[in-house]
């Protein structure tokens, strides 16, 4: 014989309120009394109700999910973002916060145009209620789609070209600056740097505080060899600069896995890091602990930014957030054997 669950009826007599009075707190209804919530919740906690999510839905319109998208191209696509640890960062912070909400996350890609309108319908349709954006190309389409069709979304890193809505990122600038003040303290007469790819906001700006700081110092400007955010392109820029500049006795690489692969081409040539090349990194992801020896990195909290993104959006979908929103976390200086 099954035995039923707690009803709402249960939780109305328990609360000592009004069955309408419980749907409405259950179901996030805002003009309900604060006091009058936190008894409804304490009551639904004792009687160990569980709402229905299908009859939930009904009533608040919301499918209680949200997207998170990671958007790019290429052939490679896939594989990179399961490679790069910088993305499981994202998703373990989004999913942090969802959790604690009821707010189910589901993980979509978007790595070419068909697979773009895919995304755009499957939130038409109502088969969530917002998208989180991480796009990896400038010239990335997805976020304008996704405003024309009036999808709530916040993205992460905002998008020099793309609709002005709500964003979270880290100051890139600052960052770079942190990275050149290190390598100069440290004694580094020759600093150069793997940077970024230059079409993108980030990689513009950490390149850009990199060399001012050194600027600034009253350095000339340095080196540079553009990679791709790869441990491979990072070992092959390397190869580059040691071969036009074999006076470079400090690096600063745009995210950990290009500082990965700079320090490899560095043994390699049989190089000591740090004692020969001083090696700092970007984004203090796992590859920094991993890496030998452990990257001095510049760390950007990509768990907190990528919170911050859902909670924008749910901020959004409840209505409390209006307008664009834009918050800029600061960097920090990791300092671990590399340089």
């Known amino acids: ?166 964003s979270v990122d880290v100051d890139h600038y600052a960052g770079g600056r942190l990275a050149a003040g290190h390598l100069l303290a440290r004694g580094c007469r020759h600093p150069a740097t793997i940077c970024a790819p230059q079409d993108l906001p980030a990689g513009r700006d950490r390149l850009s505080g990199f060399c001012d700081a050194l600027e600034h110092a009253g350095r000339i400007r340095p080196a540079v060899a553009e990679g791709g955010f790869t441990v491979e392109s990072g070992a092959a820029a390397m190869l580059r600069l040691l071969a036009g500049h074999p006076e470079v006795d400090g690096v600063f690489a745009a995210n950990d896995l290009m500082a990965q692969g700079a320090c490899q081409a560095l043994r390699d040539r049989r190089l000591r890091v740090p004692h020969d090349v001083a090696v700092v990194g970007f984004d203090d992801s796992s590859v920094a602990v991993t890496c030998r020896p452990p990257l001095t990195t510049v760390r950007q909290p990509v768990e907190e930014m990528a919170a911050a993104m859902a909670e924008l959006l749910a901020g959004q979908l409840q209505g409390a957030v209006v307008g664009p929103t834009h918050l800029v976390f600061e960097p920090e200086l990791v300092v671990r054997e590399s340089a």
């Open 1 to 166: 014989m099954n035995r039923r669950g707690p009803t709402l009826e249960d939780v109305a007599r328990e609360a000592g309120v009004s069955r309408a009075t419980v749907s409405r707190v259950v179901n996030g209804v805002r003009n309900v009394d604060p006091a009058l919530q936190d008894v409804v919740r304490q009551a639904v906690e004792r009687t160990g109700y569980t709402p229905n999510g299908a009859a939930r839905s009904l009533v608040t319109r919301r499918a209680e999910t949200v997207a998170l998208l990671i958007s790019g191209a290429g052939d490679e696509f896939a594989a990179r973002v399961f490679a790069d640890p910088f993305f499981g960062r994202i998703v373990s912070g989004a999913v942090a916060y969802l959790r604690g909400r009821a707010m189910h996350p589901v993980l979509m890609l978007a790595e070419s145009e068909s697979a773009r309108r895919q995304v755009v319908d499957y939130l038409r349709q109502g088969s969530a209620d917002g998208a989180m954006v991480v796009s990896i190309q400038a010239d990335d389409p997805l976020p304008r789609m996704l405003c024309d069709a009036r999808i709530p979304l916040v993205l992460f890193a905002r998008s020099p070209h793309g609709p002005e809505v709500s």
